[in-house]
């Protein structure tokens, strides 16, 4: 593939659009901790079918690099994030899954985790926008090649699967704030949902 065919793809429209959403929804799970359960739940509810559409839009892309990429986000720095998100949810944590292979032949029901199933779709979209920003057009051609792959095969399940169970609890009239209200006495402001709602309203009105 030539260096402008390269060029061309990874400073697309659609591309570039992705990127901006995966940079918000890693910011947002960076600063869950210091969220109230309602406000990181609704936020969750207005991003996640951004990068999911978004993810639908980009480009096809056939790696170039005979090397690896680079992972940038660590163990240590999965558990720590991963941690934080369950401590706030609590005892909201927990869902019911329905997409597992070969669950039809289970007798019980399979619990699964919002906190990992964010986590996981956090790893995969933060190495790509790490590896993104670094401006090595082979890099960051390559890196939305194995973001697409990744989409496809792993993180875009999940990403429907957390995104029902999020909806399912904002929904559910509970109070979800009961029982951890006195964890968070200090949840941040609102300038992250705001940019949410105005990136949603600006893609409403080209439809």
Not at 85 to 93: I, N, R
Not at 138 to 152: A, K, R, T, Y
Not at 191 to 203: A, M, R, T, Y
């Amino acid at each position: 593939m030539s260096e402008e065919n390269i060029s061309h793809i990874v400073y697309s429209k659609n591309v570039v659009e992705f990127v901006t959403v995966a940079n918000e929804f890693c910011k947002l799970v960076e600063g869950g901790g210091n969220e109230t359960i309602t406000s990181a739940l609704g936020k969750l509810q207005k991003i996640l079918p951004l990068l999911y559409l978004k993810a639908t839009m980009l480009p096809k892309a056939e790696r170039v690099m005979e090397e690896e990429l680079e992972k940038f986000v660590s163990e240590l720095d999965y558990n720590v994030l991963a941690q934080k998100w369950s401590k706030l949810l609590g005892g909201h944590d927990s869902f019911q899954e329905v997409f597992v292979e070969g669950m039809e032949y289970s007798e019980e029901a399979i619990e699964n985790s919002i906190s990992e199933n964010v986590l996981d779709i956090y790893q995969d979209v933060k190495d790509f926008i790490t590896s993104y920003s670094l401006g090595n057009e082979d890099v960051m051609h390559d890196s939305l090649s194995e973001c697409i792959l990744n989409f496809e095969q792993y993180w875009g399940q999940r990403l429907v699967n957390v995104l029902r169970a999020v909806h399912k609890l904002l929904v559910s009239g509970k109070d979800l704030e009961e029982k951890e209200s006195n964890d968070n006495p200090n949840p941040m402001n609102n300038k992250e949902s705001d940019w949410v709602d105005g990136f949603f309203d600006q893609f409403r009105n080209d439809i």
